[in-house]
């Protein structure tokens, strides 16, 4: 089986910064794009960066400048740092990851279980 186990959240000031990491495991051949995703309470779920397998990365306007996606192929795992935290960034943040797994012909899409982040003002 595959899985995708995200941590790093936590409470932290606005202004303050917060490193999370997105582990994959499991029976993996290779790991495709992979995007962090916030979801606030009320709010739909919504695409926060994302980075190809080859390095590529994309934000949304609201974070650009702020926070950096990065992945360490030989780990399977791909980070989201968050610096000048806003109380607004506060949501759950789940990683999204295409993964073709051992025995199948294409890669199929998995999410992790999220982790909270909360700022407080």
């Known amino acids: 089986q595959v899985q995708l186990v995200e941590s790093g959240g936590g409470l932290v000031q606005a202004g303050g910064s917060l490193r999370l990491s997105c582990v994959a495991s499991?029976?993996?051949?290779?790991?495709?794009?992979v995007g962090w995703y916030r979801q606030a309470p009320g709010e739909q779920r919504e695409l926060v960066a994302r980075?190809?397998?080859?390095?590529?990365?994309n934000y949304a306007d609201s974070v650009k400048g702020r926070f950096t996606i990065s992945r360490d192929n030989a780990k399977n795992t791909v980070y989201l740092q968050m610096n000048s935290l806003k109380p607004e960034d506060t949501a759950a943040y789940y990683c999204?990851?295409?993964?073709?797994?051992?025995?199948?012909?294409?890669?199929?899409?998995?999410w992790g279980q999220g982790t909270q982040v909360t700022v407080s003002s």
């Open positions: 980075i190809t397998s080859g390095g590529t990365t």
């Open positions: 499991g029976s993996i051949v290779s790991i495709n794009a």
């Open positions: 999204n990851a295409a993964i073709l797994k051992r025995g199948t012909a294409y890669p199929q899409l998995y």
